[in-house]
């Protein structure tokens, strides 16, 4: 259980959290489980889906729901299937962040913030998503709320307390207090906090029909909660659920469809960066598909509001190297992210606490992101999770610089090939399973894959071929 240190120092917590993480780690036993069973419920059109990340404060100088509205069609266009809303609700003032605070400071969860619209206003979202084949999914912050959230007066004991005061947020692998300063803990030992939670997160799903949640810090809420709470929201409609956690795999079975890929990211950026070579993509590929359990799968990004904001750019974090590796994640397993603004190519960390509009220009990569994404629609091997096929390496004579690789799913194959470093490489394809005649995605093309063929890539080129 969660927070059962309400009234003890901190030197308790750190046991107490020991205590926690030993439970969880007993529930993970099968987690290398073959079938489905045991695999939450998942909606049928997750299989191929892709997602899009939206930041309602900087996507329109207006900054509301209408101008995300209008702007649903050429997500539509462009391939997107999954709309991911950050958090739409009020912002605590309390210990605020910058000028206009962080939308992760929340002070209720059942009501808009006032700046982005009305109720009618984001049901006409949902509502407009949905003709158009878009599902809507909200940002929820499960693990604190603000310091003026509605629950602090009504409802104090439903906070942790340290020495009998609230507290900050308790990192659960160190047991020590966060810097995040604006919120407030909240303790799942309490039944009724659990059930106000629960409460909640199915208000958003009767009232306004959105279709899942991109969970917050998930793994610093414990398990069982998301055990309790998956079959409330399921009872409604199927819902998706995405973690922003990866060291959780017991989470795949009890709630989620999908958790975030950092360790896959971090690779990336390595490689980027020249500190790692491509070959290590392998040894990665092959822990994740040990450690979780054989339906799993993962969103794959390059870019997403934390990493922008607090680590770099797209061309700060990947240079010259950012297009290779946004077509290695929209290739491999998983399941691609666009962060809004990269089809105008961003080049800005947008402000977090403060209003800093995307420049949106014209679309320059609009057409990049719909070849990629429509793949994805198009092409059964890309699929997500089982309904996909698993990406099978492609040796060459040059495995620390080119990456190569083939997915299959009855008919259906692709091929993908990429230069990994800032230097020409010229490399033999070896093994099989690849050879035949493809059509190159970016060019229209038609490519014949031959066995022992050599291959010359520019650096950071990538090809892309289907059959």
């Not at 997500?75 to 939308?103: A, C, F, H």
């Not at 810090?217 to 956690?245: C, Y």
């Not at 994404?373 to 309904?387: D, E, I, Q, S």
Request: with cysteine; proline share 5%.
């Amino acid at each position: 259980m969660k927070k059962s240190y309400l009234t003890v120092l901190i030197s308790t917590l750190l046991l107490t959290t020991a205590c926690r993480n030993t439970q969880t780690d007993q529930t993970e036993a099968s987690d290398t489980d073959t079938t489905m069973k045991g695999a939450p419920p998942a909606p049928d059109w997750a299989k191929n889906a892709t997602i899009y990340e939206v930041n309602t404060r900087q996507f329109s100088r207006d900054g509301n729901f209408k101008a995300v509205e209008a702007q649903l069609p050429r997500l539509k266009e462009m391939g997107v299937d999954i709309v991911w809303l950050m958090p739409i609700y009020p912002i605590s003032q309390k210990n605020r962040k910058g000028t206009l605070g962080s939308p992760y400071a929340i002070t209720d969860y059942k009501t808009l913030n006032p700046d982005y619209g009305t109720l009618a206003d984001f049901k006409s979202l949902v509502n407009r998503a949905h003709a158009l084949g878009l599902r809507i999914i909200l940002d929820w912050v499960p693990n604190h709320t603000g310091w003026d959230h509605i629950w602090i007066k009504q409802h104090p004991d439903w906070y942790t307390k340290i020495n009998g005061k609230m507290t900050v947020p308790i990192d659960p692998k160190s047991g020590k207090p966060t810097d995040w300063a604006d919120v407030a803990d909240l303790n799942y030992d309490n039944p009724d906090m659990r059930r106000g939670m629960i409460d909640a997160m199915q208000y958003w799903v009767k009232e306004c029909g959105i279709d899942g949640y991109r969970c917050d810090v998930a793994g610093f809420v414990p398990n069982d909660f998301w055990a309790e709470v998956r079959p409330q929201l399921d009872k409604i409609k199927t819902v998706f659920m995405l973690s922003e956690w990866e060291d959780e795999p017991a989470q795949f079975k009890n709630c989620f469809n999908m958790n975030y890929g950092w360790s896959m990211h971090n690779m990336m950026k390595a490689i980027a960066k020249g500190s790692h070579t491509a070959d290590k993509i392998d040894s990665l590929r092959e822990a994740n598909q040990k450690r979780f359990p054989a339906w799993y799968y993962q969103m794959l990004f390059t870019q997403n509001h934390d990493e922008n904001t607090h680590n770099g750019t797209l061309i700060e974090s990947f240079g010259p190297a950012a297009d290779a590796f946004i077509v290695l994640s929209s290739t491999l397993e998983g399941m691609p992210l666009v962060y809004n603004g990269m089809e105008s190519n961003l080049n800005k960390r947008l402000a977090f606490f403060e209003k800093d509009t995307i420049v949106w220009g014209n679309y320059a990569k609009s057409d990049f992101f719909k070849a990629l994404l429509t793949l994805k629609h198009r092409n059964r091997a890309l699929w997500n999770g089982m309904a996909g096929g698993k990406a099978v390496k492609i040796p060459t004579d040059h495995d620390d610089k080119v990456y190569a690789f083939s997915r299959q799913r009855d008919a259906d194959r692709i091929i993908v090939l990429l230069n990994l470093s800032d230097k020409p490489q010229t490399a033999r394809l070896t093994g099989d399973g690849y050879t035949g005649t493809y059509t190159d995605v970016f060019s229209h093309q038609p490519v014949e894959m031959k066995p022992e063929m050599i291959v010359t890539l520019k650096p950071w080129e990538y090809r892309v071929m289907t059959n």
